[in-house]
Every structure is written in C-alpha cells, then in structure tokens.
C-alpha cells in the first residue's frame, strides 16, 4: 500500500486476554516502530526494528509485550495477559533508513481498550 | 531524567494570523529534531525537521528554529489555516533511532 497499514483499527479486549496488533510498513522500509499513545499524550517509543531484528526494545514495559518481525516487513505488538493500564493507542512507524536521516511515516494506530 | 515538553498546552489563533508554537527539550545530546503534526483519529504526520548543525531551516508556509544555548525549539506556522488546526509534537533524537516526543499542543484556528 501507499501507507503505514494498521490492523486492527480498534480492538476491545477484556483484563487477562492475548492480544495481536499487526503493522504493515510502508514497502522497502527497513526500520520499523512500535510506538504507545496515551489519551493527551505524546508517542511513547516502545521498540524498533532494522530488518528482521529488533534493535531496541528498551521501551517495552515489561514482559508481556513482546514484538516479531519475521521477514523484515509486517510485524506484529504482542500483548500478553493484558491490564487496563495497557489501554492506549498503539502507533506503528517505518522509515526508510532510520530516525537520524528521514523521517517516520506513523499509520493511524491501533486503539486498544482493556476493561 | 532527559525530557521533551512543551510551554504551552493550547493555543487559539485567528485565521490568517501566524503561530508560533514553542518546545523545550533537555537532553544537549540531541543532534536531530522533528515537528509533527496530529489530527484526530491519526497518526503524526512529518511537518519539518532540523539538524543541531543549524539555526533555522523553512518549509512552505512553516519555519522552525532551533537555539541550541537555552535548549529551544520552535514552530511558526504563516498565514495560519483551519487546516491547521491539530495538536503538534516537537520530537528530538537523542538517542540512536529513538524519537522523544514532547507532551503536545493544541492549536486552534478560530475563522
């Protein structure tokens, strides 16, 4: 696509249930990001990814987040038994090369609601 | 800890009139900074960028300003339109590929 693609647009899940959220980056991107938006907020980074392998995950949480991205484009955010605190709206982001020489083009995010 | 924020948490501005949206950052290790713009329901979108070796750098109807001394960033946004009416993050890359955004503004374009 044109885009950052984002699926699911919106996802409500209850407090303890898996959850999937799967980013399809822009074709030819090599870096791609995981980023967490909360209501009034600005994005909080999470992970990123050159490639097949995550660079950086010292944004995770904890360890119920968890990201893959197994053939160097789409991947997918991971949330293990999840919290209310896990409601947010989850950005991802890819790049061509990476923040320090262009810019990152976010998809529309996926908004997870935990009740 | 290092931090990006904003003075302001709105600003209202009439149509036709400039902006001037302003950011504070505190990590002096930052060589590379972003504006962004956020509309409801989407994701940030690249306004303008703008390197540390550097005091100012224009784009069509936006300028923004970098003074490295009292660590501020600043957005001016010509002859403002409704259009612009969105909350807009200063980002700086402080660390390596890892943008820090600020808290965000509002600015809202009364016709």
């Known amino acids: 696509g044109a885009g950052v693609s984002q699926t699911p647009s919106n996802k409500v899940t209850e407090k303890g249930k898996y959850v999937e959220l799967r980013c399809d980056p822009i074709?030819?991107?090599?870096?791609l990001y995981w980023y967490r938006q909360s209501l009034g907020q600005g994005p909080e980074f999470l992970i990123y990814?050159?490639?097949?392998?995550?660079?950086?995950d010292s944004g995770l949480p904890n360890d119920r987040f968890f990201a893959v991205r197994p053939e160097g484009s789409v991947s997918t955010l991971k949330i293990q038994r999840t919290e209310r605190g896990d409601s947010a709206v989850y950005l991802c982001?890819?790049?061509?090369?990476?923040?320090?020489?262009?810019?990152?083009?976010f998809g529309e995010g996926s908004r997870l609601t935990v009740l | 800890g290092e931090s990006v924020g904003l003075h302001l948490p709105t600003l209202s501005v009439q149509e036709g009139d400039n902006s001037i949206i302003n950011c504070a950052y505190s990590?002096?290790?930052?060589?590379?900074f972003i504006w962004y713009k956020q509309e409801s329901g989407k994701g940030p979108q690249f306004i303008i960028d703008?390197?540390?070796?550097?005091d100012k750098r224009q784009g069509q109807r936006v300028t923004v300003l970098l003074n490295k001394t009292v660590k501020h960033l600043s957005l001016q946004i010509a002859a403002t339109q409704p259009g612009d009416s969105a909350v807009y993050f200063c980002?700086?890359?402080?660390?390596?590929?890892?943008?820090?955004f600020g808290k965000g503004i509002t600015l809202s374009v009364r016709p």
């Open positions: 990814f050159q490639g097949t392998g995550a660079a950086d």
């Open positions: 980002a700086e890359n402080g660390a390596e590929s890892k943008l820090t």
């Open positions: 703008i390197r540390s070796n550097m």
């Open positions: 074709s030819g991107h090599t870096a």
């Open positions: 990590n002096s290790a930052s060589d590379y």
């Open positions: 982001a890819s790049s061509l090369w990476g923040t320090s020489t262009g810019e990152l083009f």
